[in-house]
């Protein structure tokens, strides 16, 4: 998991979301400066490392396993549904049956309660934890259907496989 919190996957997560927060300026208390924008990727990157910390914990301590594994199902829609329901059903590793996905929704919820601490007074609501660990959530929905349909698109587009 160490890897997780310094790998390749800050550039794709946390930069991002850091850089569209400077441009909608959220928090707007922060403002547009450097320091703000030091702020959001600061705010993104513990956000980050309390969502990653949380998931594997939970998942671990409920043997949940969170590997992607794709659709053995043939069509856009069905592939679409498997998919999306991976993200809140999947393996067990103490068993042969399937388990609700604790982890990713712990992680979700609770990386955006724990983070409102540091967030201006006016964000630490139960709406806004709610509101923003569900945009977590689509997150990891669409984490998933990248996961599914990409190397279908990269063998189509790219001719790679």
Known sequence: MLQELVGPKIGYEVLPL???????????????TWEGYGKR???QYGQFVLLETLE????EIHHEDLRYVPSARSGVWRRAVDSIG???????????????ALGPIVGSYASWAI?????????????NVFLYGSVNMAGVIGSNLVREFWPDLRRKYFHRK
């Open 18 to 32: 850091a850089v569209a927060n400077e441009i909608t300026n959220f928090p707007k208390e922060w403002h547009r």
């Open 41 to 43: 990727a600061a705010s």
């Open 56 to 59: 594997y914990s939970v998942a």
């Open 86 to 100: 991976h993200t809140f059903v999947v393996p067990s590793t103490n068993s042969d049956s399937r388990t609700l």
């Open 115 to 127: 983070a409102t601490t540091w967030y201006p007074e006016r964000l630490h609501t139960p709406g």
